[in-house]
């Protein structure tokens, strides 16, 4: 370390690497040896799902944990600065969350992360905080749901919080079991839904139309990594970047980011609306990671960023290199245009169709209400794709690709899939794109009308 003394030696020095490139170090940590990323063991290991090696287990430690918490508290009170509204704090809330039963391996508590943070929750949330521990520590995701919908059903509940497709499963159990028309009817003080992990635009309408009314929202961006931002604003787009909180964040030009060495870019030198990889290095002992996503700033007076996309999810089978941001703006655009409710969709590469014509795009989607003309709707996603990526434009100009390709999933095709392969629920999300057909092909063998 006497040889780091500026960004440029701590640059030279640290490479960036995703966690596949500090695994070792992570694997060494989850052995119990002491020393290795950070002073001493760590508190936690927060095991997320999603490599090639399987499980992730990220450290967190003592003094990285207080920042997680510390979010997600500073986000409630930015909300009550910004609107006044302090209604949501005498009702219930509920978290809908991962089990927060703990794994000891070689002296370290190893959990979810959403897990691990039910053990730190503040003293003064607890008395208005639902589930119960009976009702959280239920691993079967249906049965947790209705177990959750059931308890809570009698309860004013003011605030709840979860992954949008989640919380649509626990809407539609509670609109089942209560034989109720919206959650309105059945939760008339429910005023506050802080929500993260997902872009919540493809499920907007879904969740209107089941809640019934307006209500304020709170978007968070938390990771085992770091609580890396929070919304702060009504009114103003964008998550305010959580500084001053044990992370040091470096932003890689997207377009660059394969690059033999790539510009790390530091606060002062980033600009507005372009793509950047996120890469931090922290108090849990994360030094130049990369933690796969990728950001926009919308703001620089204060500091603030929209999640754009993954770094590794994309589609470029032929150097189109549309991004997640893309696709979900362009099925907004064609849901509002005509009209429909989308439950979920993901989108993957078709590179050799049967038919031997051009390759396309293929959209698997799950309507919650149809639109008349599905083909006009699918050229409607077509063309906003092509006004969103010119990459894209100029492969259906020159007769590459063809326009993309709409398959029709069956009502909750997305959860089936998601449950036989052990992902529904918790942390877990559906892949927005891929530029393989592994989870389409899945998707497609059982869940194709």
Known sequence: MEAIRSHADFVNNIPVRDYEGLKTYFDRTKAGEKDVLWPGKPQYLAKTSGTTSGAKYIPITKVSMPSHIAAARNALLAYI???GNTAFINGKMIFLQGSPVLEKVHGILVGRLSGLVYHHVPT?????????????VIEDWDEKVEAIARETLPEEMTLISGIPPWVVMYFEKLIALSGRNQIKDIFPRFSLFVYGGVNYEPYRSKMEALIGKRIDSIETYPASEGFIAFQDSQQAPGLLLNLNAGMFFEFIPAASYYDENPPRLT???VE???????????NAGLWGYSIGDTVK?????????????????FISAFGEHVIGEEVEYAMQQAAEQFNVRIAEFTVAPQVNPADDSLPYHEWLVEFETQPDNLDAFAMQIDQSLQEKNSYYRDLIAGKVLRPLVITTIHK??????????????????????????????????????
């Open 124 to 136: 003064y949330l607890l008395r208005n905080r639902l589930p119960s521990y009976a009702t959280n």
């Open 412 to 449: 909750n095709g997305f959860n089936d899939c998601m449950r036989l392969r052990g992902k529904l629920g918790g942390q877990n999300k559906v892949p927005r794109l891929a530029n393989d057909r592994s989870f389409a092909d899945e998707l497609i063998a059982f869940a194709v009308r």
């Open 81 to 83: 600065h910004a609107t």
């Open 272 to 282: 507005l609306h372009q793509n950047y990889a996120l890469v931090i290095s922290s």
């Open 297 to 313: 700033f919308v703001s620089l007076q204060p500091y603030r960023i929209v999640v754009t996309g993954r770094i590794k999810h």
């Open 267 to 269: 606060l002062d030198q």
